[in-house]
């Protein structure tokens, strides 16, 4: 099977722990030795964020401050790239045919944003859709998709399953709340319901359920279902 696993910042490095990038790594190579090929994007985390607060100040513009970030995914991509084995492209890819050209020729691509104006969420959500993915993993600070945002509210609720329309008919009011963060941003559900792309949105601090979501389709978090979608063959146990 071929997956994308979008991989948040906070997830992978919310401080630097070489062994949590340790952890996540033999993940990504037993996946690949279970025959999965993979394509990986990381993003910025707290460091991004301090970076961009910092250039704020300085009267960065957002261009500027997009452009700050992108290169703090692509350092963290290239923390990532260097706890892999052998089988991974060695420099993050910059565009999505670097990485696609990756994943075809079998070796893991890591890379991290690649243009202002948007996150890595829907950098994942393009690189699934551009190399055909049978599906697309967000490895997120939340698990799961939930009907309001689960650290404000006691009382919400978590969907098991989603169309990809009802993903993005619960993103939309999501995003217009100032300060507020969805598990997935609007331009990544947009690109999913527009590609019809199988996704699973979890808990990524543990690199085990993301190895078992990419294997067998076990989680606690969301799938996005696209309509008239059948079970994946890969995940009969
Ligand atoms: P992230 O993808 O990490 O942003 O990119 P995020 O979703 O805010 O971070 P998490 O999920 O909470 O960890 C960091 C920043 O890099 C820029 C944006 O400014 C983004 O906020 N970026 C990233 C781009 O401009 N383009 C990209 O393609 C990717």
Redesign the pocket.
């Known amino acids: 099977m071929r997956a994308v696993l979008?991989l948040?910042?906070?997830?992978l490095a919310p401080e630097l722990d070489p062994e949590r990038v340790a952890r996540y790594a033999d993940a990504i190579e037993r996946l690949v030795g279970e025959g999965c090929e993979l394509g990986v994007?990381?993003?910025?985390?707290?460091a991004?964020?301090d970076y961009?607060a910092a250039a704020r100040e300085l009267d960065a513009n957002?261009?500027q401050?997009?452009?700050?970030?992108?290169?703090?995914?692509r350092v963290?991509a290239r923390l990532l790239i260097t706890a892999l084995g052998p089988a991974v492209d060695p420099s993050p890819a910059h565009d999505y045919d670097e990485a696609a050209d990756a994943v075809r020729r079998g070796d893991v691509s890591v890379m991290?944003?690649?243009?202002?104006?948007?996150?890595?969420?829907?950098?994942a959500a393009a690189l699934a859709e551009y190399v055909d993915a049978d599906l697309l993993v967000y490895a997120?600070?939340a698990d799961g998709i939930y009907d309001a945002d689960p650290d404000a509210d006691d009382g919400a609720e978590q969907f098991a399953e989603l169309t990809p329309q009802e993903l993005v008919d619960v993103i939309v009011p999501m995003s217009r709340d100032a300060g507020a963060?969805a598990?997935v941003?609007l331009l990544a559900a947009k690109l999913i319901q527009r590609a019809g792309m199988r996704t699973v949105v979890l808990d990524g601090h543990d690199p085990t359920a993301v190895e078992e979501a990419v294997l067998y389709g076990d989680h606690t978090g969301t799938d996005v279902v696209p309509t008239g979608g059948e079970e994946p063959s890969y995940w009969a146990r």
């Open positions: 979008s948040g910042g906070s997830v994007v990381v993003g910025g985390g707290g991004a964020r961009i957002e261009v401050l997009d452009q700050l970030g992108i290169d703090v995914t963290n991290g944003g690649v243009t202002p104006g948007q996150t890595t969420d829907a950098v997120t600070g963060s598990p941003d």
